[in-house]
């Protein structure tokens, strides 16, 4: 976003200092005859028929009549629908979002990325997991030697635990904390910063936390707040 600064230092349409990509087939981009647009970024076969402030808008995108997209970035093929709004958002390649949507907050201090089409406006839930390791009767000699038992390997790809994570992200939860009571190493190298399960830095979290405690078991609790 900051290339839409007037004082950035980097020209994209600097004649002496061109920036080259592979260029694709695309009609002009059009601007309808009731559209606003400010301060923004337009690439071409963009159609732009609402109101677009201090956006970046990716090639093919279309911003439907009464839509209102402000700090964005739409990227390829994306569609917005009548009478939506979108603040502070990623709209990913060739995702559509239904008219009349509102998607993002000027207040909030995040980027929200929306990944997957929303048809219409949905309640919210805004959902906690916390995914923990407890006591239990559960022994297979040798198998926690040197890892906590859902750090196991499961038809040769998966581990136990990333049903569990997979589920959570699945469901739109996006805030996860695990706690590993012991031999935690080989479960860190695994779960890294969960960009493999999707769980999005800019909006959620996945965090690890340690303890001493014997025969590890999971268990999850989640906790779960409506937001009107």
Known sequence: MDLLKNDNALNLAYPD???????????PQFI???????????????????????????????????????????????????????????IADNVEIGPGVVLGSADSDHIELIAKDV????????????IAFEDSSVNIEGLGDFRPVPATAFMGRYRIIDFILSNMTNSGIDSVQVYCKEKPRNLIEH???????????????LRILFGERHSPHLSIIMILQTIS
């Open 17 to 27: 200092w061109k920036i080259y990509t592979e260029d694709i087939n695309a009609l």
């Open 32 to 90: 309808g005859e009731g559209a606003v647009v400010h301060n923004s970024y337009i690439t071409q076969g963009t159609v732009v028929l609402g109101e677009v402030n201090n956006s970046v808008l990716g090639t093919n995108s279309f911003i439907d009549v009464g839509a209102n997209v402000q700090d964005s970035v739409i990227l390829t093929g994306a569609k917005i629908g009548a009478g939506a709004k979108i603040t502070r958002c990623i």
């Open 119 to 130: 048809a219409e406006e949905e309640e919210i839930m805004k959902a906690f997991s916390i």
């Open 191 to 205: 779960l890294g910063d969960g960009r493999h399960y999707n769980i999005n830095s800019k909006r959620g979290k």
